[in-house]
């Protein structure tokens, strides 16, 4: 895949929901993970989450949206359930993004509303578990954006291999013809 990510929440409240996010982060190769002005004890996160996460990606905690820090050309998506959202199939995610979730029993802030430069959402009823919104907006982003045959039309899996549609950066090494010696 192109490209890098990661993905934070804002005001998170508990510690279960962010280790089990975390986790799905490591999991799906995020590159970095955040928090803005989390309400929770950040040790026993570590202890709900059984990857190591935080052993192996950087994790940032800010204490507010000013102190947030993303890389340069990074955009800012935020993952909230409103009428103009982008619903998350029709999404196309950028090559170097942050995904930011709200708490678990509220909004992403007016603050990081005006901050992002997308909004999407999951097309659903109602809104569902942090950890679960995460995960489902990290694996949109693998199958949308990985090397992934077609989906066959019947049922089952693609019978023949990806064909991969990106040209090959390795260099082709060329060798001398050698002379043919008469005797």
């Known amino acids: 895949m192109r490209g890098y990510f990661g993905i934070g929440v804002e005001g998170i409240t508990k510690e279960e929901n962010l280790g089990n996010l975390v986790r799905s982060a490591h ?9 803005i002005r989390p309400e929770l004890d950040m040790h026993k996160v570590r202890s709900s989450d059984t990857s190591g996460a935080f052993d192996h990606m950087p994790f940032h905690i800010w204490d507010s949206l000013d102190d947030m820090e993303l890389p ?13 959202s982008i ?15 709200g708490p678990e029993m509220g909004d992403l802030s007016p603050e990081v509303m005006k901050k992002v430069d997308h909004v999407i959402k999951i097309p659903m009823k109602f ?20 090397k992934f045959a077609d989906r066959p039309v019947k049922a089952g899996g693609p019978k023949e291999q990806p064909v991969l549609t990106s040209p090959s950066h390795r260099r082709k090494i060329r060798t001398p013809k050698l002379k043919k010696v008469e005797k």
Not at 91 to 98: D, I, K, L
């Open 72 to 84: 340069q050309g990074c955009q800012l998506v935020g993952v909230e359930f409103t009428e103009d």
């Open 27 to 35: 999991s799906f190769g995020a590159s970095f993970f955040f928090v």
């Open 87 to 101: 619903e998350l199939p029709s999404f196309r995610h950028p090559v170097r993004a942050a995904y930011i979730l």
């Open 127 to 146: 809104c569902i578990n942090v950890g679960v919104a995460g995960a489902i907006t990290m694996y949109d982003r693998l199958i949308s954006m990985g």
